[in-house]
RNA sequence: CGGGGUGUGGCGCAGUUGGCAGCGCGCGUCGUUCGGGACGACGAGGUCGGAAGUUCGAGUCUUCUCACCCCGACCA
């Protein structure tokens, strides 16, 4: 175990929050509830920025960026968005401060603004009030935008990542002249997250729809991708909402159609967040610290020379110039570790709790015989490789990782997702360390209640894919059309 | 907003009936070490979260206050 780390048998919580902090990820802030990214743990956010956003190009998307401030009048549109966000918005009140007579400052009351402004929770509201100008005609849609920004919720309990008063994100927000053209989009997009969170970032996900009570505020659809935590606990790692004529009626937004008809636009939004970085470090990181997927690791392969002398050092550094060219030639990124201050042992460690995928050691010893110890981070193997062809060894070997973490959690996945048929089956898997359950509910608001009351999970989501099996439901009896799936959740 | 807890060198903590602010890690210099978090010697670093009070004397007692953390209700 690595050093001042606690086990996540001992206490996963503490696990995850000592994790955050010893790997350099992020910490907190001189702010409540707002954490500083620290820039290995930035690294890692803008690899997935730069994948994600070649995504949406790549479907057509083009970004943009809207303020950070939303007229107090905006958010009050939409009857139901507002409701969902009120109660956790900072609100901005005067726009000027003075020096107060006792020394410091304070807010200069005479410097009100007329109409107060609310610091975004979301974007929709000043998005459609700009898309009404945006939009006259068919020929102006679909309107593809996205944008990458930060916003604002004030939680009341926050966790680095995992729910932070401020965090990024990107809100795409899109126009369309038909329902079907903006459900196409949605789901477009939920395929999008979905092969991110698999492909990168190694983690399987069930994409699935939100019942009415874990929709987004204003969206007539919400459909999510959830993910399987290694404590038991689904964690919604992103979102995408039809919300279908909801803001253009709101906003006023219409076009005219080929026929000369004026309708509403019809719309979609989605997002992932930095909670995307708690996912990514809860996904696969064991008791020695981060095991990060190699497509999204910052450092691919880290090498330390292992040597008594400056004269050795030497004679391996030149050794390693040779193959850190290879690895770069391979499209593989290296570190070199040269630092004399830190001893093999200690970078060894240190390297582990980054969660860097593949450590090669060189010492005398590799230059004699022409090899390199490589040692990977998932299945902490060591193994010596001759010196010739390393990067060709190395990238198929860090393909090998990214293939087998995945594996590795959608075992764990499958381990832990179970059929209750009984209320009481689902009660003792909930309570006997959680997991996905796949249970049948009859439909009803009240039902769902229920059952998160009584036992604290919550319907994560109707699955899209998989058995479309009708049942009765396990609280009331009554015909459900399938299972639904059922977790505790972040 | 309820319940619990913590504020003392950069970090983690100790500090007894009130009596010279300490320990470990880290940091600096030098030397020996270096294939799994090395060791020795010397050294730097603190108005004890803040304010008021009690006292000859407060890290310690009293009152107020601020901040943060953990557990719940709300949430991506």
Redesign the pocket.
């Known amino acids: 175990m690595?050093?001042?780390?606690t086990s996540r048998k001992e206490n996963y919580?503490?696990w995850y929050?000592d994790l955050v902090i010893?790997a350099d990820l992020a910490e907190?802030s001189?702010?409540?509830?707002c954490m500083v990214i620290k820039p290995y743990g930035y690294a890692i956010w803008e690899k997935m920025q730069a994948v994600l956003d070649k995504m949406f190009k790549d479907t057509g998307h083009s970004n943009a960026y809207f303020p950070l401030f939303i007229p107090k009048s905006f958010l009050s549109r939409e009857a139901d968005h507002v409701e969902?966000f009120a109660?956790?918005c900072a609100v901005v009140t005067h726009y000027r401060l003075k020096s107060s007579p006792g020394g410091g400052i304070e807010v200069d009351e005479t410097a009100k603004l007329e109409e107060e402004l609310i610091i975004r929770p979301t974007s929709e509201t000043i998005i459609w009030s700009t898309y009404k100008n945006w939009i006259q005609s068919y020929r102006d849609l679909p309107l593809l935008i996205n944008q990458w920004a930060n916003?604002v919720?004030w939680?009341?309990?926050?966790?680095?990542?995992?729910?932070?008063?401020?965090?990024l994100?990107q809100e795409g927000h899109t126009a369309h002249a038909t329902k079907d053209e903006a459900i196409e989009e949605t789901l477009k997009i939920l395929d999008i997250y979905s092969g991110f969170a698999e492909n990168w970032m190694a983690m399987p996900v069930i994409k699935g729809i939100k019942t009415e009570?874990?929709?987004?505020?204003g969206a007539v659809e919400?459909y999510?991708i959830e993910a399987l935590m290694q404590d038991g606990k689904a964690?919604?790692?992103?979102?995408s909402h039809f919300l279908g004529q909801n803001f253009s009626k709101a906003f006023d937004v219409t076009f005219l159609d080929n026929k000369g008809k004026l309708e509403h636009v019809w719309a979609s939004s989605w997002?992932v967040?930095?909670?995307l970085m708690?996912a990514l470090i809860m996904a696969h990181s064991d008791d020695?610290?981060l095991v990060l997927p190699p497509r999204l690791a910052p450092i691919q392969v880290v090498i330390?020379p292992?040597?008594?002398?400056?004269e050795e050092l030497s004679v391996i550094s030149s050794e390693v110039e040779i193959i850190r060219q290879d690895l770069i030639a391979s499209g593989i990124s290296v570190k070199y570790d040269d630092r004399?201050?830190?001893?093999?042992?200690?970078?060894?460690?240190?390297y582990?709790?980054k969660g860097v995928p593949v450590?090669?050691?060189?010492?005398?010893?590799?230059?004699?015989?022409r090899?390199?110890?490589v040692?990977r981070r998932d299945t902490?193997e060591?193994k010596?490789y001759p010196m010739d062809g390393i990067g060709e060894t190395v990238k198929a070997l860090l393909e090998e990782i990214q293939v087998n973490i995945f594996r590795k959690a959608q075992d764990f996945r499958s381990r832990n997702t179970v059929a209750a048929d009984s209320y009481q089956e689902f009660k003792d898997i909930i309570e006997s360390g959680g997991g996905f359950v796949l249970a049948h509910w009859d439909g009803t608001r009240e039902t769902e209640e229920r059952i998160?009351?009584e036992t604290?999970a919550t319907i994560r989501c109707i699955p899209l894919d998989g058995e479309k099996v009708p049942g009765k439901c396990i609280v009331t009896g009554k015909p459900s059309s399938q299972r639904v799936l059922f977790a505790k959740?972040?």
């Not at 939680?155 to 932070?164: I, K, S, V, Y």
């Not at 004399?340 to 240190?350: L, M, N, R």
């Not at 450590?359 to 015989?369: K, P, Q, T």
């Open positions: 690595a050093k001042g780390l919580s503490q929050n010893k907190n001189a702010v409540r509830g969902g109660k956790e916003v919720r939680e009341m309990r926050t966790r680095l990542f995992l729910r932070t008063a401020e965090f994100w009570n874990e929709r987004f505020a919400t999510s964690l919604q790692s992103g979102t997002g967040s930095t909670r708690g020695r610290g330390v292992i040597y008594k002398k400056a004399d201050t830190y001893k093999p042992g200690w970078k060894f460690a240190e582990e709790l450590r090669l050691a060189v010492g005398s010893r590799d230059i004699d015989n090899t390199v110890e040692a902490l060591k010596s998160s009351q604290k959740a972040y």
